[in-house]
């Protein structure tokens, strides 16, 4: 959230029209859930395995990716630009997944 990353003034329109339209997204879930008991769109679980359902989706519901990318995405292995994408293409880092991914430092350190 980044209007929560500044102070509110309430005279700046640069700091206020960021955090209304955060609200303005929240209320709208709210509403649809008080309509529907449900949120709108993808629901994860909290913490670490929530974190992993997100890069699961994120990568169209394809696990076995998902344990090739793993150490990347963990931090726990630095991948160089232009060495080959861990994920078998046998293409360059920078030209697949790099970049693509979320990076993680510590969110997926307990998930297998
Ligand atoms: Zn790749």
Redesign the pocket.
């Known amino acids: 959230m980044v209007a929560s990353e500044q102070p509110l003034v309430g005279d700046d329109p640069q700091v206020l029209l960021p955090f209304l339209d955060e609200l303005s997204v929240f209320l709208d879930r709210q509403l649809i859930y008080d309509e529907t008991g449900g949120w709108p769109g993808p629901q994860y679980d909290h913490g670490p395995r929530g974190f992993r359902q997100f890069i699961v989706e994120q990568l169209h519901g394809d696990v076995d990716l998902f344990l090739k ?1 793993r150490p990347v995405i963990a931090g726990e292995v630095a991948v160089g630009r232009n060495e080959i ?3 078998g ?1 046998g ?1 360059k ?1 920078k030209r ?2 790099g970049g693509r991914l979320p990076q993680s430092k510590g969110e997926l350190a307990s998930i297998r």
């Open positions: 990318l994408c861990l994920c293409s293409i880092f697949c997944h």
